[in-house]
């Protein structure tokens, strides 16, 4: 069992830059794949990025790439996400997920809230 929690989300202008971070709970963190997706009102959950259990893969969706960077520490149990360059269509709820490549996201956050304004 695995529990995460987010923090870091809040308010910035268009441009600016967040860092979120997902800790989570459990002697297992290190085995699983990391990700974060995002929920804009109104629209379904997305993928935004992904890491793999030894940081060494990452993977992001096309509409962050470039200004989003994913990392992890698994001494510390947290996964990042540093979001610059940040636009108002990144204005979403925030979540992070553990899971593995034969399970898929098995847990998730409850989410910490971005807003971008214009």
């Known amino acids: 069992q695995v529990q995460l929690a987010e923090s870091g989300g809040g308010l910035v202008q268009a441009g600016g830059s967040l860092r979120l971070s997902c800790a989570a709970s459990?002697?297992?963190?290190?085995?699983?794949?990391m990700g974060w997706f995002r929920q804009a009102p109104g629209k379904e959950r997305e993928f935004v990025a992904a890491?793999?259990?030894?940081?060494?893969?990452?993977y992001y969706a096309d509409s962050v790439k470039g200004r989003f960077t994913i990392s992890r520490d698994n001494a510390k149990n947290t996964v990042y996400l540093q979001m610059n360059s940040l636009k108002p269509e990144d204005t979403a709820v925030y979540y992070c997920?553990?899971?593995?490549?034969?399970?898929?996201?098995?847990?998730w956050g409850q989410g910490t809230q971005v807003t971008v304004s214009s």
């Open positions: 459990g002697r297992t963190f290190s085995t699983y794949i």
């Open positions: 890491i793999s259990w030894t940081g060494s893969s990452k």
């Open positions: 997920a553990a899971g593995s490549q034969t399970m898929g996201y098995e847990y």
